[in-house]
């Protein structure tokens, strides 16, 4: 009875369940619920934030439309006739738009040449042109160069002979500092000599090359000055030049080579090589394609991204070119040493158009041009020599032969050699540097001369953006070369054949 019992129990004790172990999710589906309501919470404040918020294509929506406005409000303003057409209107304002686009671009052709031909008139009939030529001292010898920030025109740079470079302020029309120091007497020799100068359009960097074969960087931002000096060319840095609105910097030497610097590594790049003489001047505009001159009678346009470069001759008649200025990236003019004046198209082996004896003659041989500039994407040309004279051209490139050319505008009185020229925004001034000798020598003396740094006014008075003859002219000049672009191409073809 007691193995029977202790068996019965054994069994009940072992067919009975245990209690399962639980976990109390309170805590838990509290936490869960509260963060439910907090997600839920925060998508609310997201929409209605979202609703606040300004997508980016309404912002630019509503950014052009306040554009639009301002333009309707403007044109309004200008025009008095109410009963203008609708059509017209939409015109007007189609080609405003075009034309800010263009210029923001750097591809709108401005047509300055005649406004500046008046103004010149205007100014300089009188025999007294102290009111709108100023000279400055500073140098002691020949001033060979100068520069200016072409974006704003407010500063510039001139460098001499005697080894010193100032830093002007144009609108003060006041010196700023002296960014090389002259030297004493008994230390200048030609080594120190400053042949080329430029300067980059934003105004940070101004570059110096000198007959010691040197380029120097200076940072115009920073109070310690020189940044870096490059060295590598293996005679005289004849001309310096910055590609438009960006950093890159060219420089020709005596060497027969032209080296290419990127500022902003403050690295050298790469060596041109093609020129069987010296390398007189070179020229940039906004495609990377540098054009150079020398003294191998020779202009050679250099395709950096093809590695290839192009040679232009002028014929057995044809001297050296001591100076070039690009007008676009298509077109330039060259500057002799027998006074004339040529007008290039990259896409022609010859010049579209030529002019002998620009600066007068001594005797049988023409006077050499020493100095050329052009207002970049524009009609206007400045050239200067030694025969007392600044020139004004206008310069024509139409899509025939018969629309191309040169012609004169204008002339101003300075005695002196005119070593460089440098024409400022929108025509308003040139810069020049003059002095009794050549830049490069010493083979001819004007004695009347001073050397001085001046700056030229050309215009009475800010023809700005707002001018409506400029804008007029700006205008029919666009609408002109987008209604004709298949014709220019039918001529180009059909002169390629003829030449060829």
């Not at 500046?116 to 042109?129: F, L, N, P, R």
């Not at 001297?319 to 004339?340: L, M, N």
Request: proline fraction near 1%; hydrophobic fraction near 30%; aromatic fraction near 6%.
């Amino acid at each position: 009875r007691r193995r029977r019992n202790a068996q019965t129990t054994t069994r009940a004790n072992t067919n009975r369940k245990k209690p399962k172990k639980t976990i109390d999710l309170g805590y838990y589906d509290e936490v869960i619920i509260d963060s439910d309501l907090e997600e839920e919470n925060i998508r609310d404040d997201e929409g209605e934030s979202s609703s606040d918020e300004e997508t980016a294509e309404a912002k630019k929506l509503r950014l052009a439309k306040d554009y639009l406005k301002k333009l309707e409000a403007a044109d309004k303003e200008s025009s008095s006739d109410d009963d203008e057409e609708e059509d017209d209107y939409h015109d007007r304002i189609s080609n405003r738009l075009q034309r800010e686009r263009l210029k923001r671009e750097g591809t709108l052709e401005r047509i300055v040449a005649k406004s500046v031909a008046d103004d010149v008139a205007a100014m300089y009939q009188s025999t007294e042109t102290d009111t709108y030529t100023r000279f400055f001292k500073g140098h002691d010898l020949t001033v060979t160069s100068v520069a200016l920030q072409q974006s704003t025109g407010e500063c510039a740079v001139s460098g001499s002979k005697d080894g010193s470079v100032i830093l002007w302020d144009i609108e003060k029309q006041a010196r700023m500092q002296y960014l090389i120091e002259k030297p004493e007497k008994k230390d200048r020799n030609n080594r120190n000599q400053v042949l080329s100068l430029a300067m980059s359009d934003d105004g940070n960097y101004a570059a110096v090359g000198k007959r010691d074969a040197t380029v120097t960087i200076y940072d115009l931002r920073a109070s310690n000055g020189v940044t870096t000096t490059f060295q590598g060319h293996k005679g005289p840095v004849t001309s310096l030049t910055f590609r438009t609105q960006s950093h890159q910097l060219f420089s020709g030497s005596s060497d027969r080579c032209i080296r290419h610097y990127s500022l902003d590594d403050m690295a050298y790049m790469e060596t041109l090589y093609g020129h069987q003489a010296g390398v007189s001047d070179i020229d940039c505009y906004r495609k990377e394609r540098p054009i150079s001159v020398g003294r191998d009678r020779t202009a050679r346009a250099w395709k950096l991204a093809e590695d290839t470069h192009l040679i232009f001759r002028g014929g057995s008649q044809v001297s050296s070119a001591d100076c070039i200025s690009v007008i676009k990236d298509d077109w330039f003019v060259s500057g002799h040493d027998d006074g004339s004046l040529h007008l290039w198209l990259t896409e022609k082996k010859k010049a579209a158009a030529s002019l002998t004896h620009t600066h007068g003659s001594c005797s049988t041989v023409g006077r050499g041009i020493t100095a050329l500039a052009c207002l970049k994407g524009s009609d206007l040309v400045v050239s200067g020599s030694f025969d007392s004279r600044l020139r004004l051209w206008e310069v024509s490139t139409g899509l025939t032969l018969q629309e191309r050319g040169i012609k004169p505008i204008g002339e101003i009185s300075i005695d002196g050699y005119i070593n460089d020229i440098a024409v400022g925004p929108r025509a308003k001034f040139c810069l020049v540097a003059v002095g009794q000798e050549p830049s490069l020598g010493r083979w001819n003396r004007v004695a009347k001369a001073k050397n001085r740094f001046g700056i030229v006014q050309l215009r009475q008075h800010d023809e700005g953006s707002n001018s409506s003859s400029d804008v007029d002219e700006e205008m029919e000049a666009m609408k002109n070369d987008g209604d004709d672009v298949n014709e220019q191409d039918s001529h180009s073809s059909s002169e390629d054949s003829d030449e060829s």
